[in-house]
Nanobody, 119 residues
């Protein structure tokens, strides 16, 4: 079983940037893809971006395309999310998650990191 731990959240003004990190750990874990999700107060959790572990294929929600960039560092078991041009509506708890097969749901989750964007 893989464990995930997010870091890098904080308070930033609109237009600012942050770099969120997701550290993966565990004995002999296998990951097909890692995704970032977010949940704003009073809203459902939503998909933000994902990356496949072996090929680095990426996918983004329309709301973040052009502003957010997901990347991976296989050697150090890290997945990062560079978030630029932040807007107040990006305020949420950001979670990373992993899945072992393309057709499976994300089944391992981190604890989340808070991102707050002030106007």
């Amino acid at each position: 079983q893989v464990q995930l731990a997010e870091s890098g959240g904080g308070l930033v003004q609109a237009g600012g940037s942050l770099r969120l990190s997701c550290a993966l750990s565990g004995r002999s874990f296998y990951v097909y893809a890692v995704g970032w999700f977010r949940q704003a107060p009073g809203k459902e959790r939503e998909f933000v971006a994902s990356i496949t572990w072996s090929d680095g294929d990426t996918s983004y929600a329309d709301s973040v395309k052009g502003r957010f960039t997901i990347s991976r560092d296989n050697a150090n078991n890290l997945v990062s999310l560079q978030v630029n041009s932040l807007k107040p509506e990006d305020t949420a708890i950001y979670y990373c998650a992993s899945k072992r097969r393309s057709f499976q749901r994300y089944d391992s989750w981190g604890q989340g990191t808070q991102v707050t964007v002030s106007s």
